[in-house]
């Protein structure tokens, strides 16, 4: 990892239940991070919380899964999923969400500044 980044600490590790998301204001933005248990191991990502199919600031409440190879968000509304890696929409390649790197340090969730 590079380290003339700045990274901003986001919340506790543990403050996010295992396989789900929550929402954080960076920014006067609204980012979801979710907390995803891989075989024991914590990965987290940053994802833009608005969904542009229902304009509404929803992705942190959707339900995390797999497809193929991608682990992914669907939307609690419409359901369209959402790669969690690249943001990109599996449903609709014209439609990517924003995302931020992420990582834990010391059990704080941080994100790229």
Not at 4 to 12: H, T
């Amino acid at each position: 990892m590079s380290t003339n980044k700045n990274w901003l600490d986001i919340c506790q590790l543990d403050s996010i239940v295992p396989n789900s998301g929550c929402c954080a204001l960076v920014d006067n933005e609204q980012v979801a991070i979710f907390r995803i248990d891989n075989s024991g191991n914590d990965e987290v990502y940053a994802i833009e919380n608005h969904d542009p199919f229902s304009k509404a600031n929803v992705i942190s409440r959707g339900i995390v899964g797999s497809l193929s190879d991608n682990i992914v968000v669907a939307s609690p509304i419409y359901k369209q999923h959402f790669c969690l890696k690249t943001g990109q929409c599996i449903e609709d390649e014209e439609t990517k969400l924003k995302t931020w790197q992420v990582r834990i340090e010391n059990n704080v969730v941080q994100l790229s500044a």
